[in-house]
């Protein structure tokens, strides 16, 4: 079990350009996690998939914003037209569905907008 | 809509001293609560979890929780501290059925130990 992993780790970028993130989940999960922190914050739920659909979005997840699980497994997370406020820590988690699941974290993706 | 209020921004303890941190959630039916923890620059490592049963739940790094559905509460506890624990500490609660199965986190305590 080599637990979620997320790419990269740090990414610091200009207003108005588009990045993407990657979240591995450990293999045998079949839910995947999105969620936003902000400094001194909790973190916020975004979206998760189970399998590859992608089952909820928060209204956090305006239209800049798009996330895809395409064969179940790795997830990415796309941020287009960024902006100073999208400025976060990025976190990714999976679990395998049960009642009141336990969420394993992934360590992060900083977003610096500069 | 279910929330999680931890009243406690910052707590500072002595290291050798006990520990506890508060947390108060609201959900209409029995939640599924949990206590994660985050160093600087990290994501969340789970420290312990409550879903049913025996109300005081034994977690890792000698932590423990007890739920108290009267009070609405879910605190953290630990008897002696290290100067490792220093970190911060979020409370979150799952609801079921149209809530989902997201997580959703108090605004965390900060715990600073002194030598």
């Known amino acids: 079990d080599t637990g979620v992993s997320q790419d990269p780790r740090h990414k610091i970028t200009k207003r108005g350009q588009n990045v993407t993130f990657r979240c591995d989940p450990i293999?045998?999960?079949?839910?995947l996690y999105w969620y936003r922190q902000t400094l001194g914050q909790g973190p916020e739920f975004l979206t998760y998939?189970?399998?590859?659909?992608?089952?909820?979005k928060s209204r956090l997840l305006s239209d800049r914003f798009s996330a895809e699980r395409p064969k179940g497994s790795f997830s990415t997370l796309e941020i287009q037209r960024t902006e100073q406020g999208d400025s976060a820590m990025y976190l990714c988690a999976s679990s395998q569905s049960s009642a009141g699941e336990t969420q394993y974290f992934g360590p992060g993706t900083r977003l610096l907008v500069l | 809509a279910q929330s999680v209020t931890q009243p406690d921004i910052h707590i500072t303890v002595s290291e050798g001293a006990s520990l506890e941190l508060r947390c108060n959630y609201s959900?209409?039916?029995?939640?599924?609560l949990f206590w994660y923890v985050q160093s600087p620059g990290q994501g969340l490592q789970l420290l312990l979890k409550y879903f049913s049963g025996d109300t005081l739940v034994q977690g890792i790094k000698g932590f423990e929780a007890e739920f108290k559905r009267s009070q609405s509460s879910f605190n953290l506890r630990k008897p002696s501290v290290h100067w490792s624990d220093a970190a911060e500490y979020f409370c979150?609660?799952?609801?079921?059925?149209?809530?989902?199965?997201?997580?959703?986190f108090g605004g965390g305590t900060r715990v600073l130990v002194k030598p």
């Open positions: 293999s045998e999960h079949n839910r």
């Open positions: 959900y209409g039916a029995t939640p599924y």
């Open positions: 979150a609660v799952i609801g079921s059925g149209a809530a989902g199965n997201k997580l959703t």
């Open positions: 998939f189970q399998n590859e659909a992608q089952l909820e």
